[in-house]
C-alpha cells in the first residue's frame, strides 16, 4: 500500500458493558512511518489509549475489534495469541503513563532489562545482561553497570522512566507506544523524557507513537499529529500546519485550551483589583516537621498564603518542594509544627476554634487527589459516592494517626466508612471532582 510501518484502517472497538455496548473507537485510519514520532492527540475519554491498546491487541474480551491493523505488512488481528506475543517487545513495544507499575519492585533492573531481552533473543545470560547495561547508557542512566543492580524504589520517577524506554528500545522494536509516558513525572524530568524519545527516535529509527493530551508535548517532539474526538479521527498532518493552521474546528478548540504566558497576562491586566475580599482559606508561618529515620526534617518551612472566594491559587514547585504536604495540612491532615490556618476568618486547630465547629469549617473545604482511582470507591456507583452521605464525624480525642491528622474520623476516606455497602461502578477524574464539590465548601484543595 504504501511506506508506512503502521496501517490502521477503519479500526472500530466496541465493549460490551452492562449498560449496553460503548462504542470507543468508531472507523478510524492512521499511519505511522518508519522513524517518526506520531503523537495521538485528543481530550481524555476520545479513544486514544483504546486505540493504542487495540494495536498491541491487550483489550479486555469484552471488546470487539474490527478493520485491519498492519505492522510492515503483516495483519495483526488474525494472529493467535502466541504469535502476537512474539510480536509485543520484539517488534512494538510499549511504555505506559506509571513506570512504576510497569516494573516488578522486587527485581533488579538489569535482570528486568535482561528478561525482556532472552524473552525474544537467543543468546546467553551474560550477554543479556552485557546489552542491558549499554542500553541503560543509551537512556542516560549515569553509572549504569552500577545502577543495573539498583531496584526500582532505589531511582527516581524520571530515572524508573528511563529504564521503562530502556526495556522497550532492548530488542529494538520497530515501533514504541508510548501512552501519556511523562504525564506523571515532574515538569523538569518531562522535559527530559521527551528529548530522550527524540533523540532515540532519530538515532535508532525507531517509530514512536505518541499518545497525549499534552499539546505542548506535540509541539516539542512530534513529526506529525493525529487529533481523534469522541472516537473518530479529525484530523491529521505534520505538526506545524496542525498547530499553527489546523483545519478542524476541533483541533482549534483544543490548542486554544493550551495557555500561552501572553495569554495570562493580558487576563490579569484586565481584571485590577479594587478591594480584597477575606480570605477563605490563610496560612500564616505554617510550618510541618515529618520525622525520618527518628529525625525531624522540615517539609514545610514558615509558608504564608491566602485564598479568596473564587480564586484559583496554582501551587507550582518540583517534586519533594512541599506542595503536598501544604495541602495536607491545610486540610487538617497534618500538624502544624508551628504558625496557623485560618479558615473562612475563624483561626482552626492550635489556639483557634475546635471541635464542632472546628468539624463545621473543616466540612466546607472539599479535595480532590492525583488519582481518581484510588480516591473514589470502585464498589459504589458514581452517583451514591458523596463525603457528605458519609455518617461518621471528625472525633477531636482520637490520637493523631500516621498521614492522618488528630481528630479525623477513620473514615476520611468515605469509603472506608463501613456504614455504607455500595455497589460497583466504574469512576473518572470528573467524578472525584464532582465529590469534592458535593460538601458544601467554597475553598477546593487539588494536589497533583
Ligand atoms: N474496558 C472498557 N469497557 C467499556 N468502555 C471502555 C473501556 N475502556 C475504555 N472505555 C471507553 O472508551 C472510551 C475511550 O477511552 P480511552 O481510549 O481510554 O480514552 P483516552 O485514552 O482518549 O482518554 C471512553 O468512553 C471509555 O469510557
Ligand atoms: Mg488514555
Known amino acids: 500500500m504504501s511506506d508506512a510501518l503502521l496501517s490502521v484502517s477503519d479500526l472500530k472497538v466496541t465493549f460490551r458493558t452492562e449498560d449496553g455496548s ?8 492512521l499511519e505511522v512511518r518508519p522513524g517518526e514520532v506520531l503523537a495521538l492527540v485528543g481530550e481524555s475519554g476520545s479513544g486514544k489509549s483504546v486505540t493504542a491498546m487495540a494495536i ?13 491493523i498492519s505492522l510492515a505488512g503483516r495483519e495483526l488481528l488474525p494472529l493467535a495469541e502466541a504469535e502476537m506475543n512474539a510480536v509485543r ?41 552485557k546489552r542491558a547495561v549499554e542500553m541503560l547508557q543509551r537512556v542516560g542512566i549515569p553509572d549504569p553497570a552500577r545502577r543495573a543492580k539498583s531496584y526500582p524504589h532505589e531511582l527516581s520517577g524520571g530515572q524508573r522512566q528511563r529504564v521503562v524506554i530502556a526495556i522497550a528500545l532492548a530488542c529494538e522494536p520497530q515501533l514504541i507506544i508510548a501512552d ?28 514512536f507513537l505518541l499518545v497525549t493530551h499534552n499539546m505542548g508535548v506535540v509541539a516539542d517532539i512530534a513529526d506529525r499529529v493525529a487529533v481523534m474526538f469522541r472516537g473518530t479521527m479529525v484530523e491529521v498532518g505534520d505538526t506545524r500546519t496542525v498547530l499553527t493552521a489546523p483545519r478542524e474546528a476541533y483541533t482549534k478548540k483544543l490548542l486554544s485550551a493550551v495557555p500561552s504566558l501572553p495569554d495570562i497576562a493580558t487576563v490579569i491586566e484586565r481584571e485590577p483589583e479594587t ?27 514558615g509558608v504564608s498564603l491566602a485564598i479568596a472566594p473564587g480564586e484559583i491559587v496554582g501551587l507550582v514547585g518540583e517534586s519533594g518542594s512541599g506542595k503536598s504536604t501544604l495541602g495536607r495540612a491545610a486540610l487538617g491532615l497534618l500538624p502544624l509544627s508551628s504558625g496557623s490556618i485560618t479558615l473562612f476568618g475563624e483561626k482552626v486547630g492550635r489556639g483557634g476554634v475546635s471541635g464542632r465547629r472546628e468539624r463545621a469549617l473543616r466540612g466546607r473545604v472539599g479535595a480532590i487527589f492525583q488519582d481518581p482511582g484510588s480516591s473514589l470507591d470502585p464498589r459504589m456507583t458514581v452517583g451514591r459516592r458523596s463525603p457528605s452521605r458519609c455518617s461518621c464525624s471528625v472525633d477531636a480525642s482520637r490520637p493523631p494517626r ?47
Request: proline share 9%.
Open 89 to 129: 517487545g520484539a517488534e512494538i513495544s510499549m511504555v505506559f503513563q506509571e513506570p512504576m507499575t510497569a516494573l516488578n519492585p522486587s527485581m533488579r533492573i538489569g535482570d528486568q532489562i535482561t528478561e525482556a531481552i532472552l524473552n525474544h533473543r537467543d543468546i546467553s545470560k551474560a550477554e543479556a545482561w
Open 22 to 29: 460503548v462504542e470507543a473507537v468508531k472507523g478510524i485510519d
Open 56 to 68: 498491541l491487541k491487550l483489550l479486555p474480551r469484552t471488546a470487539t475489534v474490527t478493520g485491519s
Open 402 to 448: 500516621p498521614g492522618v491528622g488528630p481528630g479525623w474520623p477513620s473514615c476520611w476516606t468515605p469509603w472506608n466508612c463501613r456504614r455504607t455497602t455500595p455497589p460497583a461502578t466504574r469512576t473518572s477524574s470528573r467524578e472525584a471532582s464532582a465529590s469534592a464539590l458535593a460538601s458544601p465548601g467554597r475553598s477546593r484543595w487539588s494536589p497533583s
Open 180 to 207: 501519556e509516558p511523562t504525564t506523571a513525572l515532574d515538569v523538569t524530568v518531562q522535559a527530559e523524557i521527551l528529548d530522550l524519545i527524540r533523540r532515540l527516535a532519530a538515532e535508532s529509527g525507531t517509530a
Open 275 to 301: 478591594e480584597v475580599p477575606a480570605a477563605v482559606l490563610e496560612l500564616d508561618a505554617a510550618s510541618v516537621t515529618y520525622r525520618r529515620g527518628g529525625r525531624p526534617f522540615l517539609a514545610l518551612d
